[in-house]
């Protein structure tokens, strides 16, 4: 073979190498920005011209799980198994997938391959703790997060994951690890989602409101963040504004009972030289109760339109929305 055809070649094959990195490379700020369907036609473009290429398996299995197709995603991470089954980015893809569709033992599996690999990453422990966490091992996943950060302090996804399972155990480690996520990256929407579930879950719902709507105006499409806006301030502003009076008149009738030991009488034994007087007195109990609690609430809701305005309008807007997806759904 001449020596020009085979530098042709090998100009041929270099060329597509360049043309199946770029595709690659594309694929994977695409999907970085949020762009699944691009970074899923960018990594099937990369397999069409070199179908055994891995990295452009991972992408595409990456992309399809994003896009909530998790059975396409097994297979495609499988065949990516089939080709370099000693590959650790092959085992950290899987242990993602197998995750996002609960085949928890699978997932276990490929995070021990991943860390028999790689035993000194701080991912290795990270893997352990995503696995712990979607099994509802939150101890478990709190100890593996906590060693993955003493290797790495600034691993953003173990610093949620050790915040997400410390809030039932301890909701103050909990914020410590969400504020330390958000000084890492600012702008993560689910961050201050998550800050303010630590801060609901210690009483602070004021507090807990303002960053569900912060979460909710740099990401309008966080729908976990809207409702957690919704229900906290509502929480904060007291019962409902539409508690009925047969509510607030049966919710006092254990009240009075308690108080008088006459009415409690009248109530268990129905005495009819008691059930009117009983009756009577229960009926102006739940008045007030209910007279009250709209008091109440209404005060706080001017409160909140005169002292944050933004946050008012929110709320009212996150209601009325409540209101009329009952009235359809």
Not at 37 to 59: D, W
Not at 66 to 79: C, F, L, N
Not at 118 to 124: F, G, V
Request: glycine share 8%; proline share 3%; charged share 25%.
């Amino acid at each position: 073979m001449g020596a020009g055809l085979v530098n042709e070649l090998s100009d041929s094959a270099n060329e597509l190498d360049r043309r199946v990195t770029a595709a690659v490379e594309r694929g994977w700020v695409a999907l970085e920005l949020g762009r699944a369907a691009i970074a899923e036609r960018e990594a099937r473009a990369a397999l069409a011209l070199s179908s055994q290429h891995v990295e452009a398996r991972l992408l595409l299995a990456d992309a399809l799980l994003s896009q909530k197709r998790g059975d396409e995603a097994i297979v495609v991470v499988e065949e990516a198994f089939a080709l370099a089954p000693d590959t650790s980015a092959v085992h950290l893809v899987a242990c993602a997938v197998f995750c996002e569709t609960f085949a928890l033992d699978r997932a276990f599996a490929a995070a021990k391959a991943f860390a028999q690999l790689e035993p000194d990453s701080s991912m290795a422990h990270s893997l352990f703790a995503e696995v712990a966490h979607r099994g509802g091992d939150f101890r478990a996943a709190a100890e593996h997060a906590r060693r993955a950060l003493a290797i790495d302090p600034d691993d953003v996804r173990s610093l949620e994951l050790f915040g997400l399972a410390q809030l039932d155990l301890d909701p103050r480690q909990a914020e410590a690890a969400f504020l330390r996520q958000l000084s890492i990256d600012p702008n993560a929407s689910l961050a201050l989602n998550n800050l303010g579930v630590a801060l609901e879950r210690q009483g602070r719902l004021w507090e807990a409101a303002k960053l569900f709507e912060s979460a909710v105006r740099r990401d309008p499409t966080n729908e976990l963040a809207r409702n957690n806006t919704r229900l906290t301030l509502r929480r904060w502003s007291g019962p409902a504004a539409g508690l009925g009076l047969g509510a607030a008149i049966a919710g006092s009738k254990g009240l009075v009972a308690a108080a008088v030991p006459g009415l409690a009488k009248a109530f268990s034994e129905a005495s009819p030289k008691w059930l009117g007087v009983g009756l009577a007195l229960v009926a102006l109990v739940g008045l007030g109760v209910w007279g009250f609690v709209r008091g109440r609430r209404a005060f706080r809701l001017r409160k909140l339109e005169r002292e944050d305005p933004a946050l008012y309008r929110m709320f009212v807007m996150l209601e009325r929305d409540a209101v009329e997806g009952r009235a359809t759904g």
